[in-house]
């Protein structure tokens, strides 16, 4: 059975103060939010204190948005393993289009990343996206395959979740059409050993489109940004009918 995930991807959003008001709004929002959704936070380092000692009790998972390989060393700005696992980081978001974009991760670091992820425990959520360029050159597939061929070296697929985010429909509000995005996630599950892998769509996720998304066959959750930092708006994606 496909597990869903709904989570909302912090970004560079957010002090702890900001985060636990998030959570006061967003928490009592979720009473009727059926049992079989896994609802996350992927919260800038700096506020996952603050949220693992006030979710005692609440279904809301947490994650990080990224980890290095190595356990120690002369890494300046990057976080291990053993650091997140003072938390209660449950999902690490990996190799996420604007990491590959700014910050120089190729698939290569992209999957030494993901292995570093399963090793301590967590469940990664592998980003892969292609660009408005190679979507127009019609490239879509063979990008993706590559990400996902490169990405997945070595990693299980038993404990991975993958998300769909078209760089394009990214903070654009050009949400990708869901009979699209459910036939490119098609695609995706036909390189996996593993075809109940949780995929996820990213990309301009709003309350006004996520039931249309959410109803597609093969979408099994959803990477949501913007719409993910207010309480009211997160909690009618997490609720979507
Ligand atoms: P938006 O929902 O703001 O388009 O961002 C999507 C995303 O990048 C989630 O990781």
């Keep these: 059975m496909r597990k869903i995930v709904i989570a909302g991807n912090w970004k560079m959003f957010k002090t702890q103060a900001e985060a636990l008001e998030f959570l006061q709004g967003f928490l009592g929002e979720l009473t009727e939010t059926p049992d079989d959704r896994e609802v996350v936070l992927c919260a ?3 506020a996952l204190g603050a949220l693992s000692r006030n979710l005692h009790g609440a279904r809301v998972r947490i994650g990080a948005q990224n980890i290095h390989w190595e356990t120690t060393g002369a890494y300046t700005g990057e976080i ?3 650091m997140l696992q003072e938390f209660a ?3 690490v978001v990996v190799g996420h ?3 590959r974009q700014y910050f120089g991760d190729t698939d290569e ?4 990343r993901l292995q570093a992820a399963q090793k301590y425990g967590f469940v990664p959520i592998l980003c892969v996206g292609e660009t408005k360029q190679q979507r127009d050159a019609g490239e879509t597939e063979a990008v993706i395959i590559k990400q996902i061929e490169k990405g997945l070296v070595g990693v299980d ?3 991975l979740v993958i998300a769909y985010e078209p760089i394009w429909a990214i903070g654009t509000g050009d949400t990708c059409e869901a009979v699209e995005a459910n036939r490119v996630i098609g695609v995706i599950r036909q390189q996996l050993k593993n075809p109940d892998v949780t995929i996820q769509y990213g990309g301009s996720v709003k309350p006004d489109n996520v039931d249309e998304l959410m109803a597609q066959p093969e ?3 959803a990477l949501v940004g913007g719409a993910s930092l207010e309480p009211k708006s997160f909690a009618r994606i997490v609720n979507y009918v």
């Design 89 to 91: 980081v449950r999902f």
């Design 157 to 159: 697929q038993t404990n």
């Design 109 to 112: 670091t992209v999957n030494l």
């Design 80 to 82: 291990s393993g053993a």
């Design 97 to 99: 289009s604007e990491r």
């Design 44 to 46: 800038p380092f700096t």
């Design 219 to 221: 979408i099994d959750g």
